[in-house]
């Protein structure tokens, strides 16, 4: 690989890391807006407010960057990046077309993995080092959050690589047949809800209740740092929304030629990633308790089960 | 018991279906919100957004000035005397308006000095869009006040069978005392007054 090429490769994978969390983003307000009646952002950039982020952007940079007195100051200051950079990651390893993928790892599966949870842990730095007690309770609920459904998921994501016999994110696509959505309905669903509240999105949004907490780990986050914690979520509904793409939609599999594969998995993503919204404004948030109910009496068996089914599916050769 | 179970709370599937269903109905439905300053907004004729004031019919009476709960209107007038119009007459008086004004910072629109003008001079009008970046200029002046007449609606039309409205009536009202004072009356005297008959007074003797 030339230098030109890991330059290339590493600008591509900046500008949609760049791109694509902002489109989500706009999506949500005027999703939500819509679905609430509204009409959501109507002015900035003139269309239908197509530049409201940009806009937020350009305020969060001019705001005052402030690190509380009590706080633990380079850990603070860490954070956000800790919360941002692993997605990045993420993002880069997921294909998007056969042989398009930024970053290309034998092992992208656990790669993704891995660096998704990294993510969390930004959460806990921040509420662990910010000397306030909401950021603090939202930190630990945050870790708690992740230890329950990270199990969930991973489980899930295992069911699927058994189906496909690979730890290569391109590998299983290509092997994907349209019999797994039936086949892997389970795992998808659990799939789709543990992302969901690895995101620590609503309806799973208890580390950053603002109703009991302020808003838990970010509390005292102020202009940039606070943007990038925003960034973060949104570039983490984009990796979710396009491994569930991937993964259990079969992602450049379609009816197009097949130079137009990119598309087929972007479309699908942004559907997932549409989905995702839709539970946000549909659903109220869940208790501590029954967040982690949902997790350890329902999750997790039925991702067991279907772990199970998978095999014994791949031993009767499906 | 299961009937006697609270059972709050225990909708499961069929409720979050139903969360679902109708967040994405309200999606496809035309949305509520009113694009104001593009979109002018239909308010109804008799919405109170500012005072206007005909100073032609304003006597200076004060009444709307001492009725005003938070004492927001300012009136200044003086007297004024004119000559008697015909030689030998009397000469008479008259107020002149020199301010009026309606501070509209502390104005609550309750709209008792609209009610309280013996002479219409307050009128509602449905105009809002006068905003200030200073709130001394809320202070509007007798010409602003005037200004807002124009944006007077004009009053809603009465009901179908309303009874006429009491200027229509009196004018409506034949002119009174035609019956005495133009001869051949048709109208009889509203009194008669009964013949007092006495005893012829007793005759004196001679
Ligand atoms: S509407 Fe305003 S000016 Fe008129 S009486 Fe009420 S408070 Fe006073
Ligand atoms: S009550 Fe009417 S007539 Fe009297 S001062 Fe006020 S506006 Fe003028």
């Given amino acids: 690989m030339t230098l030109l090429e890991v330059v290339a490769r590493a600008v591509a994978a900046l500008a949609a890391f760049l791109v694509l969390p ?3 983003g706009q999506a949500e307000h005027k999703v939500m807006a819509h679905m609430q009646g509204r009409l959501g952002p109507m002015y900035a950039g003139g269309f239908h407010g197509w530049a409201q982020l940009v806009a937020d952007g350009v ?25 941002l950079v692993p997605y990045l990651v993420a993002l880069a390893a997921l294909p998007v077309h056969p042989g398009v993928a930024a970053l290309e790892v034998p092992g992208s599966v656990l790669l ?39 199990l969930p998921l991973v489980l899930a994501v295992a069911s699927v690589a058994l189906a496909g016999g690979s730890l290569s994110l391109a590998t299983l696509a290509e092997r994907w047949s349209p019999w797994w959505l039936l086949w892997q309905l389970p795992g998808a669903l659990v799939f ?14 208890m580390p950053v209740a603002d109703a009991e907490l302020v808003m838990g780990a970010w509390t005292e986050y102020t202009g940039l740092r606070f943007a990038f914690f925003l960034l973060a ?5 984009v990796v979710v929304s396009l491994l569930f793409a ?14 137009l594969g990119w598309l087929w998995t972007l479309g699908k993503g942004l559907l997932v990633a549409l989905a995702v919204i839709w539970v946000r404004v549909s659903w109220p948030r869940l208790r501590e308790d029954q967040l982690q109910r949902l997790a350890w009496l329902w999750l997790l068996p039925l991702a067991l089960a279907q772990v199970v089914l998978t095999a014994a599916g791949v031993v009767a050769g499906w | 018991m299961v009937s006697a179970r609270d059972r709050r709370g225990r909708g499961g599937l069929p409720g979050v279906l139903k969360g679902l269903a109708a967040t994405a109905r309200t999606a496809v439905r035309p949305s509520h919100t009113a694009e104001y300053p593009d979109v002018a907004p239909t308010l109804p004729p008799r919405s109170r957004g500012v005072i206007a004031l005909l100073e032609e019919n304003c006597t200076s009476c004060m009444l709307c000035a001492r009725e005003c709960p938070d004492w927001c209107i300012y009136i200044d007038s003086h007297k004024e005397t004119l000559p008697a119009a015909t030689p030998g007459g009397r000469e008479r008086q008259r107020n002149v308006l020199d301010r009026f004004a309606i501070d509209f910072s502390l104005c609550m629109y309750c709209g008792i000095c609209v009610e309280v003008c013996p002479f219409d001079a307050l009128f509602w009008s449905p105009q809002f869009e006068y905003a200030e970046t200073d709130i001394r200029d809320l202070l509007h002046e007798k010409d602003r006040l005037g200004g807002w007449m124009a944006t007077v609606p004009p009053p809603p039309a009465l009901d179908e069978r309303a009874a006429e409205p009491g200027e229509v009536a009196a004018a409506n009202r034949p002119a ?16 008669v007054r009964p013949r007092v008959v006495r005893d012829p007074p007793p005759q004196e003797p001679s």
């Fill in chain 1, 246 to 259: 991937v993964l259990w939609l079969g992602g450049w599999h379609g009816p197009l030629p097949d130079a």
């Fill in chain 1, 22 to 24: 902002l489109v989500v």
């Fill in chain 1, 59 to 83: 305020k969060f940079v001019q705001k005052e960057d402030l690190v509380p007195a009590a706080a633990d100051r380079w850990v603070f200051r860490l954070a956000p990046a800790v919360a």
């Fill in chain 1, 192 to 205: 789709l809800l543990a992302g969901v509240a690895e995101l620590q999105r609503p309806p799973f949004d």
């Fill in chain 1, 112 to 150: 993704v993995l891995a660096a998704t949870s990294v993510g969390a842990l930004g959460t806990l730095m921040a509420g662990w080092s910010s000397g306030n007690k909401y950021s603090l309770i939202g930190g630990l609920r945050a870790a708690a959050q992740l230890v329950s459904y990270e």
């Fill in chain 1, 233 to 237: 979520e949104y570039a983490g509904i």
């Fill in chain 2, 176 to 191: 009174r005392g035609t019956g005495l004072v133009g001869g051949g009356g048709t109208r009889p005297p509203r009194t």
